[in-house]
């Protein structure tokens, strides 16, 4: 499992002896499992993981039928016919190469040549593990931060819902809301995020927005800050009429499910996106007090850190446009190897040896 920190590909966690064990067991996306556990902490790799393992359980490959050197040379193999045959078929292939699903497709043509599908059965998925749902109401007087396992960041208001899943599907992100939250989407185009109220569905790949259920009918309202939205009707009516887009600073109120939608300079921005648009999240060689400051400052968050074991380091760093989770990975980073800066509860937490 530690070697698993350096993949940058699905192929790599499909070639993955341990991987392929955990996939075989049926345990893939067991929230109590130490593996589910250590892709949460590591959401750069939850993608990955999740192709691999939907490659895996589509095709069963027999897990210790190859080594894994073997099996990524057979893929990378029927991978270049694959490719040979869209060339000469005159098909584009510019992203062929990038796609989890072409893969599958080549594993697929792999095994079925051979017999290799009667040696050993790969045991059953346990899916209701894979898609466990998390609800997290909020019951205290602030925002609370929900951090999910793709690096987003939910900050849920007041008496909100939100239901989200503990591990994503390969192709979508999907949560549901009930009251208000303000969302900062880790951008993931081969991964759109969807957020679902009762009137309406909101698809971003990456960018904050605010989602707001009016209370006593009075409709929905969304907010975007960064980056663009596209909106949809959560009814019927939404397989024959077009999405509407939402650029950075512009909003949309819908309180009857059949109006048309109009879309408007945002009136009243929240409190959170007014914070994050006065900082500035560009630094150059400054100290870390400065950065965690502004943190702070931005998201209305007390920061727990040692001020003498970092007082030595300073910082250049762009933390723009970036979820809060990720804004502390790039930080602790920036700072050295040993260094941890999380967001735990309400609090935001910087430990390490700091800087000599």
């Given at each position: 499992?530690?070697?698993?920190?350096?993949?940058?590909?699905?192929?790599?966690?499909?070639?993955?002896?341990?991987?392929?064990?955990?996939?075989?067991?049926?345990?893939?996306?067991?929230?109590?499992?130490?593996?589910?556990?250590?892709?949460?902490?590591?959401?750069?790799?939850?993608?990955?993981?999740?192709?691999?393992?939907?490659?895996?359980?589509?095709?069963?490959?027999?897990?210790?039928?190859?080594?894994?050197?073997?099996?990524?040379?057979?893929?990378?193999?029927?991978?270049?016919?694959?490719?040979?045959?869209?060339?000469?078929?005159?098909?584009?292939?510019?992203?062929?190469?990038?796609?989890?699903?072409?893969?599958?497709?080549?594993?697929?043509?792999?095994?079925?040549?051979?017999?290799?599908?009667?040696?050993?059965?790969?045991?059953?998925?346990?899916?209701?593990?894979?898609?466990?749902?998390?609800?997290?109401?909020?019951?205290?007087?602030?925002?609370?931060?929900?951090?999910?396992?793709?690096?987003?960041?939910?900050?849920?208001?007041?008496?909100?819902?939100?239901?989200?899943?503990?591990?994503?599907?390969?192709?979508?992100?999907?949560?549901?809301?009930?009251?208000?939250?303000?969302?900062?989407?880790?951008?993931?185009?081969?991964?759109?995020?969807?957020?679902?109220?009762?009137?309406?569905?909101?698809?971003?790949?990456?960018?904050?927005?605010?989602?707001?259920?009016?209370?006593?009918?009075?409709?929905?309202?969304?907010?975007?800050?960064?980056?663009?939205?596209?909106?949809?009707?959560?009814?019927?009516?939404?397989?024959?009429?077009?999405?509407?887009?939402?650029?950075?600073?512009?909003?949309?109120?819908?309180?009857?499910?059949?109006?048309?939608?109009?879309?408007?300079?945002?009136?009243?921005?929240?409190?959170?996106?007014?914070?994050?648009?006065?900082?500035?999240?560009?630094?150059?060689?400054?100290?870390?007090?400065?950065?965690?400051?502004?943190?702070?400052?931005?998201?209305?968050?007390?920061?727990?850190?040692?001020?003498?074991?970092?007082?030595?380091?300073?910082?250049?760093?762009?933390?723009?446009?970036?979820?809060?989770?990720?804004?502390?990975?790039?930080?602790?980073?920036?700072?050295?190897?040993?260094?941890?800066?999380e967001l735990i509860g309400n609090r935001i937490r910087l430990t390490g040896s700091g800087c000599p």
């Amino acid at each position: 499992m530690k070697g698993w920190i350096t993949f940058t590909t699905a192929d790599e966690f499909a070639t993955d002896p341990t991987f392929r064990d955990w996939v075989s067991s049926g345990q893939f996306g067991r929230p109590d499992h130490d593996f589910t556990q250590f892709l949460t902490a590591h959401p750069q790799l939850h993608s990955l993981a999740q192709q691999a393992a939907d490659l895996l359980r589509v095709t069963a490959i027999p897990v210790d039928y190859l080594s894994p050197q073997e099996l990524n040379e057979q893929i990378e193999a029927t991978w270049k016919k694959v490719r040979r045959v869209e060339e000469e078929r005159d098909v584009p292939i510019r992203s062929l190469h990038r796609s989890w699903f072409w893969r599958a497709a080549a594993v697929l043509l792999l095994v079925g040549g051979v017999s290799w599908w009667a040696s050993r059965p790969v045991a059953p998925t346990n899916l209701s593990a894979i898609h466990t749902w998390q609800v997290v109401t909020n019951q205290q007087a602030t925002k609370k931060p929900v951090s999910l396992v793709d690096g987003s960041v939910v900050w849920l208001f007041p008496g909100s819902t939100l239901r989200y899943p503990t591990m994503f599907a390969a192709n979508r992100r999907e949560v549901t809301l009930t009251g208000e939250a303000f969302f900062e989407v880790h951008k993931n185009a081969r991964q759109p995020f969807y957020v679902k109220t009762s009137q309406l569905i909101t698809r971003v790949v990456g960018t904050s927005f605010l989602v707001k259920v009016l209370p006593q009918n009075k409709g929905t309202l969304i907010q975007v800050r960064t980056g663009n939205v596209l909106v949809y009707r959560n009814s019927a009516a939404a397989s024959t009429e077009r999405p509407i887009s939402l650029r950075a600073n512009e909003e949309l109120r819908v309180v009857r499910s059949q109006e048309p939608f109009i879309t408007q300079r945002i009136k009243q921005p929240s409190a959170l996106s007014e914070r994050l648009n006065e900082q500035q999240f560009e630094f150059s060689e400054v100290p870390v007090s400065d950065v965690l400051d502004a943190l702070a400052k931005a998201y209305d968050m007390p920061i727990d850190f040692d001020p003498a074991a970092f007082r030595n380091c300073l910082i250049t760093t762009s933390l723009s446009d970036e979820p809060l989770t990720e804004k502390l990975t790039i930080l602790a980073e920036t700072i050295g190897p040993d260094t941890r800066a999380e967001l735990i509860g309400n609090r935001i937490r910087l430990t390490g040896s700091g800087c000599p």
